[in-house]
């Protein structure tokens, strides 16, 4: 059975399967993947766990020796089997584990760097077949926008239309980043009704500026916010290094849309690469209207500049340097040649 991240927790209520394959290089969902299968193992009376590493050198005869051991104090165990390249023996040892398997065992396999490829091998169909396979990838706009309304609703709120979409949009695909925030609602704010105004409240008030709202204060052109942000972010000991990043990331992306626009080929491709929130889009293409691409351009040389300056290859202050791009990049006036 082949389930996405999403129907996990679904699953597991239902019934408890003989083996789970968990792989993708989504590092949150696979670790909360992880986390609920071990829960609902335990629910269900696995109260033992073994953990075996499969390095280069892993002896495969520990597998069936741990599906095969009786323990003093319970009849019942979880292998967790975590894995990186896997040769020919370990994929005819857990073959031969699903051919045998033992209703009082349950299989937890954790393949991060398994690939697209390696989904049609022996092994795996093996797994899927007697058990789950999860494939974790970045959730689509609206998978994360309801698994966001699902974690409010798990908190104690009751979100108000537009939360989890502004939730999401601010997380832009990173849902460590989302869970954390909400975690932060939970204690700036009491449980119930919870609207878009209390979600910017939460935002501003505690002085919790993210670095991401640096980047939508210089898309709506809003220059003041942009310089204000900074000083709080400078004033809170942001890392000048994270400053720039997220500027330089912004100003690549816009490179490339910008490009396809003078092209008039379609933008959509590259939101989808650079994971752009569809609440941003419009944003984006509003500001390109009075971003000429040799401008951005220019912003990204300057982005140099003050990586030198930072890294202290040249005379100057990294934030003066930061706060000239943020202020271009929201209307001021254009760099000098």
């Not at 760097?113 to 795996?124: A, N």
């Not at 999860?134 to 409010?152: F, G, I, M, N």
């Not at 704010?189 to 002085?207: I, M, Q």
């Amino acid at each position: 059975m082949q389930l996405r991240f999403t129907q996990l927790a679904d699953q597991l209520k239902r019934t408890v399967a003989p083996v789970y394959l968990c792989c993708g290089d989504e590092p949150y969902q696979l670790g909360e993947a992880a986390r609920l299968v071990r829960e609902r193992a335990r629910q269900a009376g696995f109260d033992e766990r073994a953990v075996l590493d499969a390095d280069a050198s892993f002896d495969w005869g520990l597998l069936t020796a741990a599906a095969e051991t009786m323990s003093l104090f319970s009849m019942r165990k979880l292998i967790e089997l975590r894995i990186g390249k896997l040769g020919k023996e370990g994929g005819a040892a857990i073959r031969a584990y699903c051919q045998r398997a033992c209703s009082d065992n349950l299989l937890l396999i954790l393949a991060p760097d398994l690939k697209w490829k390696d989904l049609q091998t022996p092994w795996v169909k093996a797994a899927e077949a007697l058990g789950v396979l999860l494939e974790v990838k970045p959730l689509k706009e609206r998978e994360l926008q309801s698994w966001l309304k699902a974690r409010l609703l798990d908190a104690g709120f009751q979100p108000d239309a537009g939360v989890a979409a502004l939730l999401a949009e601010r997380a832009e695909g990173n849902l460590l980043a989302a869970v954390q925030e909400i975690e932060k609602l939970r204690l700036l704010h009491e449980p119930g009704s919870l609207t878009l105004d209390d979600l910017h409240g939460n935002l501003a008030d505690s002085a919790r500026y993210d670095l991401f709202a640096l980047t939508d204060a210089a898309l709506n052109a809003d220059r003041a916010r942009v310089q204000h942000i900074l000083s709080v972010l400078r004033g809170e000991g942001t890392a000048d290094t994270l400053v720039l990043w997220v500027l330089a990331r912004e100003l690549r992306m816009l490179v490339e849309v910008a490009g396809a626009m003078a092209r008039r080929a379609s933008p959509e491709p590259l939101f989808t690469a650079h994971r752009v929130p569809r609440l941003r889009q419009d944003t984006i293409t509003q500001a390109l209207r009075r971003l000429p691409p040799m401008l951005l351009q220019r912003l990204l040389q300057q982005c140099l500049q003050a990586d030198l300056a930072i890294k202290g290859q040249t005379p100057g202050d990294p934030w003066q340097h930061l706060a000239s791009i943020a202020d271009v990049l929201s209307g001021g006036a254009s760099l000098s040649s």
